[in-house]
């Protein structure tokens, strides 16, 4: 920002050295900043976190107690008692991650008044380079090394053509590094009115019409393009319950094979370029077909994925516990849910997205059955889906009989 203070772009060199910060942040800067040094800067410790604008960090303040000692952490006293040194003592130096030059002047003025801290404890937010986030994480971590080499493979074929290409790639790819302790706890939980009861949400298991019932959300808020995950409530949780949730807790998974095939025809089918971002990086910008994304997912593990293809298993236990009390089967799932329904008051469910009846099973081959049965091997015993394995291998191999002989 002011050409009077240092970047950070010092701090982000692999030169044996240990440094401590403060972050003054402020909206999507200040969460770019926390997730840089705090999770993928080994050598950088952030040791508190201040912002007297929105006492939050954009989206942070959904954080639940999976973030190492958050609330200690947390500072709030920056701004409001001068004369605490709010562990500047102990910092290194103060960075301030502001989106506009004006925000950081402004920021930048209430860190010398209220603190009295000279310019060269300041430093100025300068998001790290994609390679400073990924170098790091490279060593032993096979689904980045693989995308190393798809990169290079893009490199060989199309040289100078493709430059662009790989750097768009290399940034969505270190955001997703950056994000990575998000990706790994991220949950939403969506309860009633008077949060006697919660849904975990799950990706491709009727998500949009439990999310609409269970919050009660009207019609009249779905119009012009906006959808049930773009409307926030009092009943939204972030990554956990609210501690002193004492409620009934439940969620619906659904046969692995049906779940990919739904992901695939939402998100990649007839494409020609991919709604999300994140499937660009893993090499599924555009609809190459149902083979190539499920070979690109099958090498994905759960930590890395995005939801609509994790395991349910991931996303409905936690350190091996299960995180509801209820987990429903969406082949079952007005019958189950009318019970639930009953038992709290909640609106009659209607199926919303159903897409065009499609047999998922059309989709398989033999080689591409095993591969999903692999890559969802834990949904498949932990949930009772293994009888649905047997029979898609039946299934494929009678068609494929038929084809011969035809």
């Not at 993928?40 to 508190?48: D, R």
């Not at 990169?151 to 100078?160: H, Q, R, S, T, V």
């Not at 959808?227 to 956990?240: C, H, L, M, N, Q």
Request: some cysteine.
């Amino acid at each position: 920002m002011s050409k009077l203070y240092r970047t950070t772009d010092f701090l982000y060199e692999q030169d044996g050295k240990h440094y401590k910060v403060i972050l003054y942040g402020a909206g999507k800067a200040g969460k770019d900043a926390y997730l840089s040094m705090n999770y993928c800067m080994p050598h950088i410790s952030v040791l508190s976190v201040l912002d007297d604008n929105r006492k939050s960090i954009h989206s942070l303040n959904h954080l639940g107690s999976f973030v190492e000692s958050f609330e200690k952490i947390y500072e709030y006293t920056f701004l409001d008692e001068p004369e605490t040194d709010s562990g500047l003592k102990n910092a290194d130096f103060i960075v301030i991650a502001a989106q506009t030059e004006e925000t950081w002047l402004k920021m930048e003025e209430n860190v010398i008044h209220a603190q009295r801290v000279t310019a060269d404890k300041i430093l100025a937010y300068k998001s790290p380079t994609p390679e400073q986030l990924l170098m790091p994480r490279l060593a032993g971590n096979d689904f980045l090394c693989y995308r190393v080499f798809m990169l290079l493979e893009y490199l060989y074929a199309n040289g100078d053509a493709c430059r662009n290409l790989v750097y768009d790639e290399l940034k969505a790819w270190a955001n997703i590094v950056k994000h990575s302790i998000i990706w790994l706890n991220y949950r939403e939980w969506h309860a009633n009115d008077d949060n006697t009861c919660a849904y975990l949400q799950m990706p491709k298991v009727a998500s949009t019409s439990l999310t609409k019932t269970i919050r009660r959300i009207p019609d009249e808020l779905l119009t012009s393009g906006r959808i049930v995950s773009d409307i926030e409530g009092p009943t939204r949780y972030y990554y956990e319950l609210p501690k002193d949730f004492s409620g009934f807790k439940f969620t619906f998974v659904r046969n692995p094979f049906a779940r990919t095939v739904s992901c695939y025809r939402n998100k990649i089918e007839g494409k020609e370029k991919s709604i999300l971002r994140y499937y660009k990086v893993i090499g599924l910008e555009k609809d190459y077909g149902f083979d190539t994304y499920v070979r690109s997912i099958s090498k994905i593990p759960d930590e890395w994925a995005e939801r609509h293809f994790a395991t349910q298993y991931f996303q409905a236990y936690k350190d091996g516990e299960c995180i509801v009390d209820y987990i429903g089967r969406f082949e079952h799932l007005f019958e189950e849910y009318e019970v639930i329904r009953q038992r709290f008051g909640l609106e009659s469910l209607e199926h919303r997205n159903a897409s065009t009846k499609y047999d998922y099973r059309d989709y398989y081959t033999e080689e591409l059955v095993e591969l999903v049965h692999q890559r969802y091997k834990i949904d498949f015993e932990v949930f009772g889906y293994e009888k649905e394995y047997e029979e898609l291998l039946r299934y494929v191999r009678t068609k494929n009989t038929h084809r011969g002989s035809a």
